[in-house]
């Protein structure tokens, strides 16, 4: 069985400063995983995926996670953080088989971002 | 949201009584999944359907059904509602975003069971 844990349940973090999240996945072959950004009362936006190839990964909004095959992570990193990028943010692992695709996800990091 | 349309996008109703939401797509995905979000569980997928009439459970699917009669639409039906299922719903679907399969999410149905 597939899953997912993120370790913090909520991070602090000024304005400016780097943001690092983490994620830490359970799956019995190479995975698909996924992070996805929630702003409050929005829907799921897609922030990167990793499905092979290079092990860091860009995404939108100045995103990258770098996938750790050793350590069963795929964390997400930001340099920067605007006040937009307060939210909540869900690690996600994808089944490989194309007739059985589905995610599993974590229980979500939310971002407070401070001036 | 691609194409994805959930309704109602708010609803209360008193337990006991039966709920139906609706997930509509426009863009003839085959893959249409249900989820609830809960706060300290993140999303865990209630149902989802591989094509019309195919569907299969979710880690949560106890309280549940679901029906896929055509392509665009894949509907989640409360037989009985209980307050336990309180919660917001999404609907997703397969979609490809570079050359991989990702899900694609719609704004979401809050439902309260009073």
């Known amino acids: 069985a597939q899953s997912v844990t993120q370790p913090d349940i909520h991070i602090t973090v000024s304005e400016g400063a780097s943001l690092e999240l983490r994620c830490n996945y359970s799956y019995g072959a190479t995975p698909y995983l996924f992070w996805y950004v929630q702003s409050p009362g929005q829907g799921l936006q897609l922030l990167l995926k990793?499905?092979?190839?290079?092990?860091l990964v860009q995404g939108i909004k100045g995103f990258e996670a770098e996938f750790k095959r050793s350590q069963s992570s795929f964390n997400l990193r930001k340099p920067s953080v605007h006040w937009s990028d307060a939210a909540e943010y869900f690690c996600?692992?994808?089944?490989?088989?194309?007739?059985?695709?589905?995610?599993?996800f974590g229980a979500g990091t939310t971002v407070t971002v401070r001036a | 949201d691609a194409g994805i349309t959930q309704s109602p996008r708010h609803k209360v109703t008193e337990t006991g009584t039966p709920v139906t939401l609706r997930c509509h797509q426009t863009?003839?995905?085959?893959?249409m999944y249900w989820y609830r979000q809960d706060p300290g569980h993140g999303l865990r997928l209630i149902h989802y359907?591989?094509?019309?009439?195919?569907?299969d459970k979710g880690e949560v699917s106890d309280g549940y059904s679901v029906s896929r009669s055509k392509t665009e639409d894949f509907l989640l039906t409360l037989e009985s509602a209980t307050s336990s299922q309180t919660s917001v719903y999404f609907c997703?679907?397969?979609?490809?975003?570079?050359?991989?399969?990702?899900?694609?999410f719609g704004a979401g149905s809050r439902l309260t069971v009073l």
């Open positions: 996600a692992v994808g089944s490989v088989r194309s007739n059985d695709y589905k995610l599993s």
């Open positions: 990793y499905f092979s190839g290079d092990t």
């Open positions: 863009e003839n995905h085959r893959y």
């Open positions: 359907s591989y094509g019309v009439k195919d569907t």
């Open positions: 997703a679907i397969r979609t490809v975003s570079s050359g991989a399969n990702v899900l694609t």
